[in-house]
């Protein structure tokens, strides 16, 4: 039985420098360049976690995250 768990809490060493290292590969890049480039992040760190067990709670997650986001904005417009 797998028990990986997403971890959700914060984790990284140096949050702001990945964060500016993050924006930074972006710099200059048109936005289907930035997307193909985020995509290609996402596998490369899902290929890193290699759980799917894990790789599913964090889908779930993001997709949460982003319906809270966009109700969010629906309310702040209304």
Same mark, same amino acid.
């Given at each position: 039985?797998? @028990?990986?768990?997403? #971890? @959700?809490?914060?984790?990284?060493?140096?949050?702001?420098?990945?964060?500016? %290292?993050? $924006?930074? #590969?972006?710099?200059?890049?048109?936005?289907?360049?930035?997307?193909?480039?985020?995509?290609?992040? !996402?596998?490369?760190?899902?290929?890193? #976690? /290699?759980?799917? %067990? !894990?790789?599913?709670?964090?889908?779930?997650?993001?997709?949460? /995250?982003? !319906? @809270?986001? #966009?109700?969010?904005?629906?309310? $702040?417009?209304?």
């Amino acid at each position: 039985m797998n @028990t990986a768990a997403l #971890i @959700t809490e914060p984790h990284l060493d140096a949050p702001d420098d990945f964060y500016e %290292a993050l $924006i930074e #590969i972006h710099r200059d890049l048109p936005e289907a360049e930035s997307h193909a480039l985020n995509a290609r992040l !996402v596998l490369l760190l899902a290929n890193h #976690i /290699g759980s799917m %067990a !894990v790789l599913k709670q964090a889908l779930a997650v993001a997709r949460q /995250g982003a !319906v @809270t986001a #966009i109700d969010s904005a629906r309310h $702040i417009h209304e």
